[in-house]
């Protein structure tokens, strides 16, 4: 089993920046994907992106993919030396407020049925 923390949210204007991470600890070399999602008050959870790799939790960098609403404003990074995924938010609207999620598991087909973390909320003010 990973466990997941996720770290970053907070109160940001329309038009700033975040940068979310999320932490991995236990049994990371069972993982080679790691993705975000995010839920809105009465919404259903959303896929936001994803980051996989083939190496082995120690290869470095990773395939990234990411929904239409974030693409060219998001990205997503990680850093194997800190077992730590990051989520890049630029450019955030209103309609990005959510709390955010991750996710990691060992294909992008059992992504949604491993580890979560516990959420962090992110707000954008207009």
């Known amino acids: 089993q990973v466990q997941l923390v996720e770290s970053g949210g907070g109160l940001v204007q329309a038009g700033g920046s975040l940068r979310l991470s999320c932490a991995a600890s236990g049994r990371t070399s069972s993982t080679y994907i790691m993705g975000w999602f995010r839920q809105a008050p009465g919404k259903e959870r959303e896929f936001v992106g994803r980051?996989?790799?083939?190496?082995?939790?120690?290869?470095?960098?990773?395939?990234?993919y990411y929904a239409d609403s974030v693409k060219g404003r998001f990205t997503i990074s990680r850093d194997n030396a800190k077992n730590t995924v990051y989520l890049q938010m630029n450019s955030l609207k209103p309609e990005d407020t959510a709390v955010y999620y991750c996710?990691?598991?060992?294909?992008?087909?059992?992504?949604?049925?491993?580890?979560w973390g516990q959420g962090t909320q992110v707000t954008v003010s207009s």
């Open positions: 980051i996989s790799w083939s190496g082995g939790w120690s290869w470095s960098g990773g395939r990234t």
């Open positions: 996710a990691a598991g060992g294909s992008i087909a059992t992504l949604e049925s491993g580890s």
